[in-house]
């Protein structure tokens, strides 16, 4: 009877000790505070650092995050404009061939809205081999249509932070001038019109509030926000352990499907990344860098981060919808919305 009770009690601790481990437990119980103790490496106030950058001073601290990755192509396309209302960044990766002819098919357009000066590129990292068959092709389709920048690191999902703050490095070097910059993946559908009428919107009502400012300093850095915890659980990909990330809790992050940030934004996100350390999930940390460089985000629920169903009328609002994979779906979808009623 003894052993049969013992046994139990083995068997239960065994139970005990694998869902504490396997659900991350400990991970949730011996977080820190967000609220009382987030301070993450920096581990000092950067904003006077981003301003000393953006002023052209010599910064007093030193960077401690610069990707050593180059631009394996280029593009000229802001070298000769003086004004550029929007300027589009199309995250993709190499093997997608059909989206990007997609994207140029639909809100990639650069003459799409009538008086308005929109630039487009498209941001890939390399998988493949220099010779490969996919490089072959991604090399005719840069001959052909000059619209992609491709960069020379591993593009796989754990890279998406390099490829995004690469992406902002690219813009502030090479075009510093645009208004407003919309980063979205491939599989988005996008509504350029509802995109631009929502930020001189939002602009005004920013500029309304702070009269002071002038339409260049405002800061916007918009698209669905949320607000969230770090996952724990052994098994989920999204798993972060107290080392890497020891908080209970994110800053609040846009989604990284698609937003929208102003010229400063664009800037100071840049700046601030460089003292700021790298994490590997994208929209987590730009949400960090947001909030160590005090830009508040602006939460738009016309940006669904999920595929909205489809009408032809419930799409007349949308700025942004997930999951257009599909080429002839994002086509159709996009041809109706814009089409002449």
């Known amino acids: 009877?003894?052993?049969?009770?013992?046994?139990?009690?083995?068997?239960?601790?065994?139970?005990?000790?694998?869902?504490?481990?396997?659900?991350?437990?400990?991970?949730?119980?011996?977080?820190?505070?967000?609220?009382?103790?987030?301070?993450?490496?920096?581990?000092?106030?950067?904003?006077?650092?981003?301003?000393?950058?953006?002023?052209?001073?010599?910064?007093?601290?030193?960077?401690?995050?610069?990707?050593?990755?180059?631009?394996?192509?280029?593009?000229?396309?802001?070298?000769?404009?003086?004004?550029?209302?929007?300027?589009?960044?199309?995250?993709?990766?190499m093997g997608n061939f059909d989206q990007r002819t997609a994207v140029r098919q639909t809100y990639g357009q650069e003459n799409l809205v009538p008086g308005r000066i929109i630039k487009m590129l498209f941001f890939l990292g390399v998988d493949a081999p220099p010779k490969s068959e996919t490089q072959k092709r991604i090399d005719e389709e840069m001959a052909q249509y000059k619209d992609i920048i491709q960069i020379d690191f591993l593009d796989n999902y754990y890279n998406n932070t390099i490829k995004t703050m690469m992406s902002f490095r690219w813009l502030y070097e090479h075009c510093p001038i645009a208004d407003f910059y919309l980063f979205t993946d491939d599989?988005?559908?996008?509504?350029?019109?509802?995109?631009?009428?929502?930020?001189?919107?939002l602009t005004a009502s920013v500029l309304e509030i702070n009269k002071t400012e002038k339409e260049r300093d405002v800061n916007i850095f918009s698209g669905y926000v949320f607000k969230s915890a770090p996952q724990r659980f052994r098994?989920?990909?999204?798993?972060?352990?107290?080392?890497?990330?020891?908080?209970?809790?994110?800053?609040?992050?846009?989604?990284?499907?698609?937003?929208?940030?102003?010229?400063?934004?664009?800037?100071?996100?840049?700046?601030g990344s460089l003292f700021v350390k790298h994490f590997r999930?994208?929209?987590?940390?730009?949400?960090?860098?947001?909030?160590?460089?005090?830009?508040?985000?602006?939460?738009?629920?016309?940006?669904?981060?999920?595929?909205?169903?489809?009408?032809?009328?419930?799409?007349?609002?949308?700025?942004?919808?997930?999951?257009?994979?599909?080429?002839?779906e994002l086509i159709t979808v996009w041809n109706e919305q814009n089409s002449v009623v």
């Not at 009690?9 to 005990?16: K, N, P, Q, S």
């Not at 599989?187 to 919107?201: A, G, K």
């Not at 990284?256 to 102003?262: E, L, P, Q």
């Open 235 to 271: 098994s989920s990909k999204w798993r972060v352990s107290l080392d890497e990330y020891p908080w209970n809790k994110w800053p609040p992050y846009v989604t990284a499907g698609a937003y929208i940030v102003s010229n400063k934004s664009m800037k100071m996100l840049y700046v």
């Open 281 to 328: 999930f994208d929209d987590v940390y730009l949400g960090i860098v947001a909030k160590k460089v005090g830009i508040e985000l602006t939460h738009c629920p016309k940006f669904y981060f999920y595929k909205k169903t489809y009408s032809k009328i419930g799409y007349r609002n949308v700025i942004a919808s997930h999951g257009y994979g599909d080429r002839s």
């Open 1 to 93: 009877m003894r052993r049969m009770q013992c046994y139990k009690y083995g068997v239960c601790a065994c139970v005990f000790l694998y869902i504490y481990y396997f659900f991350g437990v400990g991970d949730y119980i011996y977080s820190k505070s967000f609220e009382d103790d987030f301070d993450y490496p920096l581990n000092i106030d950067i904003k006077p650092i981003v301003a000393e950058v953006m002023s052209g001073k010599k910064p007093s601290v030193a960077p401690i995050n610069y990707y050593p990755h180059r631009f394996l192509t280029n593009s000229g396309k802001c070298s000769t404009l003086e004004k550029l209302d929007l300027f589009i960044v199309v995250k993709s990766a």
């Open 187 to 201: 599989d988005m559908y996008i509504s350029v019109t509802n995109l631009l009428d929502y930020v001189h919107e």
